[in-house]
């Protein structure tokens, strides 16, 4: 991949590498993403929305240029759609959830729940569509479904 012509996609695609770490491609790419998220904290949920917003239009891009390069369809060391995913669950429960760092926390592991777990609709979602939109939906559904359950919880506390 060292003299491929897309070599930047495919680093980007990776998650600006975290999805090359061994094991779990898709936890280390979520943990990478939620240094950029704590960095722009300051800004508040604006900054969270474009940060989501930003990912997905990325990582729709970045997947329609990197799959026709790949036999595999949906390669697991892609994961600017757990960036794109974990950024609308930030944003979303940066809304209701005030302290930065169960936030972050919080948003990450119900991201991850609903990512791995995967019922329905994000079952549904990430069969529907071209490959590189399908590789992004089942990400950015699950986000805002991690994002419902956390709603959910922190309504009835």
Known sequence: MRNHPYKFSFWVAAGFG??????APGTWGSLAALIPLYMIAGDGSLAWFSFALFFTVIGCFICAVVL??????????????EWAGLGWCVA??????????????????????????????ISWVEKQG????????D???????????????????
């Open 18 to 23: 975290s999805g090359w770490l061994p094991k």
């Open 139 to 157: 990400d950015l559904v699950a986000g805002m479904v991690g994002s419902g359950l956390l709603f959910m919880i922190v309504a009835f506390i």
């Open 92 to 121: 979303l429960n940066s809304l209701f959830i005030d302290h930065l760092l169960l936030l972050l926390l919080l948003s990450f592991l119900s991201f991850r729940l609903f990512d791995i777990w995967k019922p329905w609709p």
């Open 68 to 81: 026709p390069q790949l036999t595999n369809h949906d390669p697991g060391w892609i994961v600017i759609d």
């Open 130 to 137: 071209p490959d590189w939109w399908s590789i992004m939906a």
